[in-house]
């Protein structure tokens, strides 16, 4: 199968400190990982994204890696801000990109 | 530049009514085109996609139907809807394959 598992489903940290987000994938095809953020009532965003011939990719606080031999991505923002609280989700994908669940990332003040 | 339109923004419609939802590209040329399906605070669907004219491969069918009668059109369509066809339908396009997908701004459905 094509499956992206996306975890935790749920994340509720301080602001200030770092949030991490893990994903994991079936197809070795795969050779696109993008983030997206979705905000309430809005569409998704992409905020960042890596390919499979790279390792790490930092954009300003994000932070990707991949494990491609593993088969799992991360994102780790650094220094949350209330502003980043909305949903995030992972995709892997070859042709066209196979969404996880979802993340709900929530920074309290 | 690319842009996206997605008609209407909100539908509320009867159980069993037909529906049709509508989405163009406009600044691309034989974009791929997507139609994705979301429950609330759900995960993100494929339902649909489309690599060119009158060609439309189905993902997930859910008792809906697509298709692509213009390079720059992508229409989701149904006879009869049902409850679970809530949500909130996403279209999206692609310049390549296995590339960054940009998505309109949705149509919230409401089926009642």
């Known amino acids: 199968g094509e499956q992206v598992e996306q975890l935790p489903s749920i994340l509720r940290v301080q602001e200030g400190s770092s949030a991490s987000i893990n994903c994991s994938y079936e197809d070795s095809a795969s050779n696109y990982f993008p983030w997206y953020k979705q905000e309430p009532g809005e569409n998704p965003k992409l905020i960042i994204d890596?390919?499979?011939?790279?390792e790490r990719k930092q954009i300003q606080e994000l932070i990707v890696l991949l494990d491609k031999k593993a088969k799992r991505f991360s994102l780790h923002i650094t220094d949350t801000q209330p502003g980043d609280s909305a949903m995030y989700f992972c995709a892997a994908s070859d042709n066209a990109p196979r969404f996880g669940a979802g993340t709900k990332l929530s920074v309290k003040p | 530049a690319q842009t996206i339109h997605q008609w209407p923004v909100a539908e509320i419609k009867a159980v069993g009514s037909p529906l049709s939802l509508g989405c163009t590209i406009k600044?691309?040329?034989?974009?791929?085109l997507y139609w994705y399906w979301q429950a609330t605070g759900g995960t993100l669907q494929q339902l649909f996609y489309s690599i060119t004219v009158g060609q439309v491969e189905s993902v997930v069918q859910l008792n809906l139907s697509a298709s692509r009668p213009k390079d720059d059109q992508f229409i989701l369509s149904t006879e009869k809807l049902l409850l679970s066809h809530s949500g909130f339908y996403l279209c999206?396009?692609?310049?390549?394959?296995?590339?960054?997908?940009?998505f309109g701004k949705g149509t919230r459905l409401t089926v009642v």
């Open positions: 999206a396009w692609s310049p390549d394959r296995g590339g960054e997908v940009f």
């Open positions: 600044g691309k040329s034989s974009p791929n």
């Open positions: 890596i390919r499979s011939n790279m």
